[in-house]
């Protein structure tokens, strides 16, 4: 066997997918460049931290759930002033994760706070961070089936191994009693093992209403407002005020 094709395999083997795919132009390149050995090597060895890098983004991405993509660079903080640059560059820096900080976004519907959730969602996966986005609704549903349905158990093992979980739009649907136990369930296992991000229309003075009993109401608030960053915004609908119309 020639030496490349027994190169290639081992590669394969080690599962170094850059050499694999890429020796003989690594050789050639190195012959016309005049690389020397340790040149060659750190290049080889670079590249393959890179692709297995890369690699694990996309299946943290993936992992993640989130129903479209946002970045904060899209975001015009211009239009939407109860947040500001200066407080998500803050965050953008992710060591609340370490923390285990978690984020509360409050204000009424097109404000922008699946779009900022989403955002801080991406780039914790850039620095390495396992994330689950789920709304309120999907999060109840796989809750109360996580019993009978692989499905919704595997859903469920996501949540619980990230470190940060986003719950998006709490308070659009309304909460039975037993739903309401299974998320009180899920904030404590979740209080201090990982960060929590919840967006809600409904102010924090609401969430007994919504919840459907003070006591529990008081635990939830307690376990995720311990160490708690609060956005009460307000403002102006983007949805509305960027209305795009067919006539
Ligand atoms: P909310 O979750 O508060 O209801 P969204 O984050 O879903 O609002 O925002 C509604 C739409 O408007 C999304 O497409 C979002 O990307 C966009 N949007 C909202 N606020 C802004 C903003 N300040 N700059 C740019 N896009 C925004
Ligand atoms: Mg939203």
Redesign the pocket.
């Known amino acids: 066997m020639e030496k490349l094709d027994r190169i290639k395999e081992l590669a394969k083997e080690l599962k170094l997918e850059y050499l694999d795919a890429s020796v003989d132009k690594i050789i050639e390149e190195a012959s016309i460049n005049d690389s020397s050995y340790q040149d060659v090597l750190l290049s080889i060895l670079e590249s393959e931290i890179y692709l297995k890098d890369k690699k694990a983004q996309e299946r943290r991405l993936k992992f993640a759930g989130f129903p479209v993509i946002?970045k904060i660079e899209?975001?015009?903080?211009n239009?939407?002033k109860s947040i500001t640059k200066k407080q998500i560059n803050r965050l953008l820096e992710m060591d609340w994760i370490d923390r285990m900080y978690n984020l509360i976004l409050l204000?009424p519907?097109?404000?922008?706070?699946?779009?900022?959730s989403i955002s801080l969602g991406y780039r914790a996966i850039e620095m390495g961070y396992k994330v689950s986005f789920v709304t309120m609704d999907s999060l109840m549903h796989t809750l109360k089936t996580q019993e009978i349905s692989r499905k919704s158990k595997g859903k469920m093992n996501r949540i619980l191994s990230s470190s940060l979980v986003i719950i998006d739009e709490l308070g659009y649907l309304p909460i039975t009693r037993e739903e309401a136990n299974l998320f009180f369930q899920l904030i404590s296992s979740l209080h201090e093992q990982a960060s929590i991000i919840i967006?809600s229309n409904k102010g924090l003075e609401d969430w007994t209403e919504l919840l459907g009993d003070p006591a529990l109401t008081t635990a939830v608030l307690d376990r995720i407002t311990h160490r708690c960053e609060l956005f009460n915004?307000s403002g102006k609908s983007?949805?509305l005020e960027?209305r795009e119309s067919l006539f």
């Open positions: 946002k899209d975001f015009d903080f239009f939407q204000g519907p097109g404000l922008g706070k699946t779009h900022i967006t915004m983007y949805r960027h």
